[in-house]
């Protein structure tokens, strides 16, 4: 079956700390993956993607990730994080293709909280 | 260059009801998918439309329908609303081509079923 798992529901870091963000995937093959930011009562914004190459990406507001093949993951940081940082993280992946984009799959998503 | 658009901004329906949502895409933009993301969890694929056309489905009840217009704009309609439809709907674009090819969503509709 089809699945994003995002492990923490829940991270707290005080602000000026470091940041990551697990994402495991199940998909069969190795599909487009991207990270989603979600402020209360807003909609997603993209933060970075990943279809092929470099295997570290970048990403706006300072945010980069990785992905790992072997271990079916695309795990999100930042190195210092900023107050505004705080809001919900969603992980997605969704199917390699040349004719537009498909189904999403979306894990239940990170909430981070961060401190002064 | 506006994003992606949706309106209402909050809707509240009773049970039974009908309940119609709209979305503009981004310019460039001729792909319409929407989601359903409940209290606390990620977002559920409802239906995809292209070239006025339902390409890809999710497992939605027939309940929701929808539609895509000619200048690539869609409705998201839920017939008979349950407490349970009670949801942030989401719409995102996108299309084919370096830029296009990823998601892109609104600002959502926030319905509330009494």
């Known amino acids: 079956a089809q699945s994003v798992t995002q492990p923490d529901i829940h991270i707290t870091v005080s602000e000026g700390a470091s940041l990551e963000l697990r994402c495991n995937y199940s998909?069969?093959?190795?599909?487009?993956l991207f990270w989603y930011v979600q402020s209360p009562g807003q909609g997603l914004q993209l933060l970075l993607k990943?279809?092929?190459?470099?295997?570290l990406v970048q990403g706006i507001k300072g945010f980069e990730a990785e992905f790992k093949r072997s271990q079916s993951s695309f795990n999100l940081r930042k190195p210092s994080v900023h107050w505004s940082d705080a809001a919900e993280y969603f992980c997605?992946?969704?199917?390699?293709?040349?004719?537009?984009?498909?189904?999403?799959?979306f894990g239940t998503g990170t909430r981070l909280k961060v401190l002064a | 260059d506006a994003g992606v658009t949706q309106s209402p901004t909050h809707l509240i329906k009773t049970r039974g009801q009908q309940v119609t949502l709209r979305c503009s895409p981004k310019?460039?933009?001729?792909?319409v998918s929407w989601y359903q993301q409940a209290l606390g969890q990620g977002p559920q694929f409802i239906f995809q439309?292209?070239?006025?056309?339902?390409?890809q489905r999710g497992n939605f009840p027939d309940r929701f329908s929808g539609h895509q217009y000619p200048n690539y704009s869609s409705e998201l309609n839920v017939n008979a609303l349950l407490l349970g439809d009670s949801a942030l709907y989401l719409c995102?674009?996108?299309?084919?081509?370096?830029?296009?090819?990823?998601?892109?969503f609104g600002p959502g509709t926030r319905l509330t079923v009494l």
């Open positions: 995102a674009s996108s299309g084919v081509g370096t830029g296009t090819d990823t998601q892109y």
């Open positions: 998909y069969g093959a190795t599909p487009y």
């Open positions: 990943y279809f092929s190459g470099d295997t």
């Open positions: 997605a992946v969704g199917p390699r293709t040349t004719s537009g984009t498909y189904k999403y799959i």
């Open positions: 310019s460039g933009h001729d792909t």
């Open positions: 439309y292209y070239e006025e056309e339902e390409r």
